[in-house]
């Protein structure tokens, strides 16, 4: 029992670079968004238009776009098929507003295409909103049992946190395919000049990092989880 408290210093040398790449990542999202949501596009196209005219390029005239509240809130929703932008990414024509309205266009895309990742992704989603609460709740109920049964209840916990790291992983291709898209798109329509694109650059690369942190932060979860076990069952 006392492992587990007294583990707590490792934790900290488990999760703390994860951390600092994180904490890392959002700061530069945020400059990178700071900085270029003051930069007009030459076009003068707002986010929302930007998504518009992706989405209608490739077909997607029946997905709708709309504000929705937040800071940095943008996401695509499958189900509905409906873009929501933030507020500022929907309303000022920046390249940062640019950049993220297509790189959300870029997620409508993929699910017209049925691209696998994202698929993958979307089956996962009901288990791993269940895991990530519950894997590190039945690993500490197992931890604190005694022998084999413990061990093995908190195995099950590992498992059952693992989708979550599993999770983390499989955006990244999905996050780095919309990024791709985006880009290409933006390069290819005539919506960015040539001498635009770093910005567009800097802000969808940014936000990458995010995603590369989300899954470091996950997996060395596990692996502390995992180390604290295997530790453990050699003592059984
Ligand atoms: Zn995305």
Do not use: C
Not at 36 to 65: C, F, I, P, W
């Amino acid at each position: 029992m006392g492992s587990l408290f007294g583990g707590y210093g490792l934790y900290l040398l488990f999760s703390l670079p994860a951390l600092i790449l994180g904490l890392w990542a959002q700061a530069k999202v945020q400059g990178a968004f700071k900085k270029y949501s003051q930069v007009r596009t030459y076009t003068g196209l707002n986010g929302a238009e930007v998504a518009r005219r992706m989405l209608d390029s490739n077909g997607l005239n029946h997905v709708k776009v709309e504000q929705t509240q937040g800071f940095l809130s943008d996401h695509y929703d499958p189900r509905s098929k409906v873009l929501r932008l933030s507020p500022s990414v929907y309303q000022s024509p920046s390249l940062a507003s640019a950049g993220i309205a297509a790189h959300e266009a870029g997620h409508a895309l993929q699910d017209a295409e049925s691209y696998p990742a994202l698929r993958l992704r979307s089956t996962m989603v009901p288990s791993v909103q269940i895991g990530s609460w519950l894997g590190p709740i039945i690993f500490m109920i197992g931890f604190f049992l005694q022998g084999t049964v413990g061990t093995t209840v908190a195995w099950f916990g590992v498992g059952l946190f693992a989708l979550t790291a599993l999770f983390a992983i499989i955006t990244l291709p999905v996050e780095f395919d919309a990024t791709r898209r985006a880009k290409t798109w933006l390069a290819t329509s005539g919506i960015i000049y040539n001498q635009e694109s770093e910005g567009v650059a800097r802000v969808l690369d940014a936000a990458a990092w995010t995603y590369v942190a989300g899954a470091i932060q996950a997996l060395s979860t596990l692996l502390y989880y995992v180390f604290l076990l295997s530790g453990r069952s050699r003592r059984d």
